[in-house]
Structure formats: C-alpha cells, structure tokens
C-alpha cells in the first residue's frame, strides 16, 4: 500500500479514472471513497490528493479539453464541467455496464500502443466519444454536492473554451466579473499557473492536434490556435517542448501512435496496481 501523497496535485490534463479493483480513498473537494465500478472525474486545474489506497486498480484517460470542445466531442464533457460546478466527482457505473466500459478504455490503450496510422486519431476519438457517453448517461441528473461557485472553474470553463480565439487576462476576468490581479491570484494560489500559462497550454494542446492529423503549414496551425505571428508561435512551442513544431511532428509521426494520441491529452492506462489516483502514462 502507498503511503498518502502529502500535497494536492493539478494537472492541465483533465483526468477519467474507472476503479476495477481494491479501494481508495481521494481527496478532492471532499473525502471520496472510490470502489470497483466508480469512476472518478477531475477535471483540469482541479486540487486532489490520495488519501488512501487498499490495492486499488485502475483503467483511465488522461485529456486536454481544449483540444475537443470544439469538436463532436465537446457537448460529451458536459460531466467535467458539472463537475466543477459542485456535482459528485464520483460516477458509479450500473454492473451490467462497467464490463462494457473496461473493455472500450482496453481498446482505447491498445489503438494508443499501435503502430502510427493516418486514421488514427478518427478510431482514438469514436472510443473516447462512447467512454464518455457511458460515464454521461450513468451520471444520472448530476444533483449538486455543493452549490457554491468556483471563481477558478469559471476562469477555466472559460479559457478552455476560448483559448483558440484572440483573448488575454483581460477577457478571462471580465467574464467571471473580477479585476485581472484577483483573477490572477486566484488562479496561481489553486494551479500553479496563470491566466495566461493556461491560455498557452490549450493552444499547444490543439496545435500538437493538429500536427500529428493534418498536413497543414506551420503558419496555418499558427493561425488556427490563436497566434497571428508564428515565429512566436513557433517559440512558444519549442520552450514547452523541446523541438520546433516540424521536427516535433516530423519525429512523432515516425513513433508509434501513442504519440499522437498523447499530443491531443488521450492518454490511455492500462488496468495497474497504482497509487489510487490518476496518473498520466
């Protein structure tokens, strides 16, 4: 058994953790206990920490929703966001279903383990679209465990849904109704990060997107995520990841197709014995 984690945790990732075997005991928010067939829902910049753990097992996916908002899959996140606006973190899947469920994150983490294909990221995507579907249609009415609104959900909800557009500190606070300094403090104090560092995340998310499925120009993908010069674009992206947008393309098309999944923040685990929480592979 590992011992508890001594500090909360945030991630830009937003995470979907469904427990196959023993117990554990999370901290987000509240105490959660989490049992064979619940799945735990954290979404991005969201606090947690490991109580406990009794042997617990785990199959999960780890995402960037700035990457899929956007897209088909969007209106599927719904359950992160009631998430953050006080519903239970904890979904308990009905038994006649969490076989089903096993088996589509299992073939989730296989397709991110094959080899590279153009098609990839389309059979990446159906199976995230029916994980989600079924955690969805398990959540029930989603009755609010606490009613309280979260200054920083709110600035996340935002930025994650705004970040590919022309927007800064200034349209983030003007849409919670704060000042930019309260704003920022906020944010630093709960993530670590700022406004702004968030902005960045969710574009680079979308942009390694968008280098691993389509052959489109540097410029262009530039454009697409929100910066109208690319040499600054193009700096951004080397300091977070080491290389420029071409070579990192160039070198993660030639690696297995766990590569591209993990670009777009779908990152698949296999069932493990683990610490109880999530963790990004």
Known sequence: MHPPAPYAATHAHAALILYTGGRATIEQ???LTLAPGDVLLI????KHRLVTNDRAEILGLGFHPAAFLQS????LLEPFERVRQGASAVVPIPSGRQEHLARLLSELGEEARAPFHPLGEQVVRSLFS???AEVARSGGAWAPTDSRASLVGEALTFIERHCLESISLREVAAAVGRSPAHVTTALKQATGHSAVEWIISGRLAEARRRLLSTDERIDIIAERVGYADPTHFIRLFRRAEGLTPALWRKQHRTASSLSAVSAARVEASPSRRCSGGPHPP
Do not use: H, Q, Y
Request: aromatic share 0%; charged share 30%; proline share 14%.
């Open 29 to 31: 928010r509240t105490r």
């Open 43 to 46: 979404p991005s910049g969201e």
């Open 72 to 75: 088909e899959v969007g209106p």
């Open 130 to 132: 029916l994980v989600l």
